[in-house]
């Protein structure tokens, strides 16, 4: 496709649907809707494609002419992200794992800090537990004891940000969408 067709495609609100690299293969890849925020240009002159996928904070950057990529006839005004103050649910896309029950999300620069939403101390342990193991963290370098009830606040930040969200624990009960967690520093 020559580049002037792809920047007639690649306009900012043009719905798009897109299969991950990884699931292309797959005899029933699944197939993500979303919507094209902007273009930029790429290595040597290519065109990437900002998309973001419905019900995500991130955006993808293909190449406008990537085949897992597929321009819809539909143009809309590309919608407003929420901002402002969340209630986490279990998410990979935003870093909310959902373990022993619990949900648990690594924190820091290189996420070596966790933050665990409960208030029940013995399921943010477990949940600590179950995650150090997945990820291959030696449970001895685990400082249960460093364990600190708080109440929090989870709240989205602008796209583009170095982190979709980011938790206050300067929170106190009965604050709006203050929740109870447990906070692991490293």
Request: a negative charge; charged letters at 25%; glycine letters at 8%.
């Amino acid at each position: 496709m020559t580049e002037t067709a792809l920047e007639s495609l690649a306009v900012t609100g043009r719905r798009v649907t897109f299969t991950y690299h990884r699931d292309r293969e797959l005899p029933d890849a699944p197939v993500h809707p979303g919507i094209v925020t902007g273009t930029e240009p790429g290595l040597n002159g290519a065109l990437l494609a900002q998309v973001r996928l419905d019900g995500t904070r991130c955006t993808l950057t293909p190449p406008a002419d990537y085949e897992g990529l597929t321009y819809l006839d539909e143009v809309v005004p590309v919608p407003d992200l929420p901002m402002g103050r969340f209630l986490p649910v279990a998410d990979d896309r935003n870093a909310f794992y959902e373990k022993a029950g619990v949900l648990l999300a690594p924190i820091g620069e290189d996420g070596e800090d966790w933050v665990i939403v409960t208030g029940d101390a013995v399921k943010a342990r477990a949940a600590a537990a179950e995650y150090a193991e997945e990820t291959g963290v030696d449970l001895g370098y685990v400082d249960f004891d460093a364990l600190e009830p708080c109440w929090a606040v989870f709240e989205w930040e602008a796209e583009g940000s170095d982190c979709p969200w980011t938790v206050r624990w300067d929170a106190t009960e009965g604050e709006v969408m203050a929740v109870r967690i447990h906070y692991l520093p490293a």
